[in-house]
């Protein structure tokens, strides 16, 4: 018997998006191709061109200095490393699963709901960013984690992940299925934490695949590798766009795009991982679950890869963040209509 179709809610905002699980949506026109109907509020007209573009589009000072190192400073803290001392950056330990250790390699961080990360979410230029590229003032916030990735040597070492041929590679990939008839939107962000640096590796991109996708896929096998890209560098270059301290990157997810590794000698790349979608107020199941992680700082089971932390999991370590106006639409704990959710 086949599997059903996925049942699509429809987000609480007055342009069309649909979705199953907040993290893809249905639109009726791309966001690459969509017409504003709102005044841009944070990006310029040459910022939504370049996004539409190539895909991506930086947000400089989204978050202020001392914001950004307060949250480098908690990622440090939160993992017990001492960031003047890189040998406490490589302590023997045991994981739970295979999947724990991979996440070790690339630098994850399994906090979610401090009191910093919100402040992050719920700054308003964070947020008016992501108003302009879908358009839509009705938005969720992804409750998502930070990354501290030191030099990928030692037991964080990516050859202890074993490579594959076709699938998810940390390389380069897409988010969403790059092979359907009806392209998913999805759209997602970083904040970085600290300057970037050739060496430290970090966010890369293929831009040039993003401007010219549909002729690109038209010329491609039937079969082909629906995540991973099979390119010529040298025709569709991939790029380290620059990022300063409390930058936000935000990236469309038909953007292929991957993680560089750390080749420093001592150095950090440090960002917290942001995004917003539309809002999915009718989805109750969703909405509740995110609340009550939000109350009790459960992990968040959006997705599979969020973890917790084995040694000390946040719940045990501080409460619930205090949030405004604006968190509270963000999270889901009030709607954005003024009207009761349904439970």
Partial sequence: MPTPAPFLYRAASERPYFSADGETYLAQTPLRHLDKSRPLRVLSEEDFAFWQTYGYVVVRNALT???????????????????DRPETWYAEREFRSELERDLHVYGFVEAYHHQFIWDSRQTQRVYDAFVDVWDC???????????????????????????TDEGFDIELHWDV???????????????????????????????????????????????????????DRSEFPVVRPDLQAGDLLIFNGLLAHGVAPNASDNGVRAVQYLSMMPALEE??????SRVESWRTLSTPDWNATLLGDATRPEALRY???????????????EPWSGRACAE
């Fill in 65 to 83: 200095p001392g914001a950004a190192k307060s949250l480098l400073e908690f990622a440090w803290e939160f993992q017990g490393l001492d960031p």
């Fill in 177 to 231: 299925d790059s092979t359907l008839g009806v392209l998913p939107q999805r759209v997602q962000g970083i904040i970085a934490l600290n300057d970037t640096q050739p060496e430290l590796g970090g966010f890369q991109c293929a831009p040039e695949l993003f401007r010219r996708f549909e002729e690109w896929r038209i010329a491609q096998p039937a079969d082909r590798d629906p995540i991973r890209p099979a390119i």
């Fill in 319 to 333: 409460g619930p963040a205090t949030l405004d106006d604006l968190g509270r639409k963000l999270l889901g704990q």
């Fill in 137 to 163: 003032e009705e938005l969720w916030v992804t409750l998502d984690r930070l990354n501290l990735n030191p030099p990928n040597r030692g037991n964080r070492s990516r050859s202890l992940i074993a490579p």
């Fill in 283 to 288: 989805h109750a199941t969703l909405r509740n």
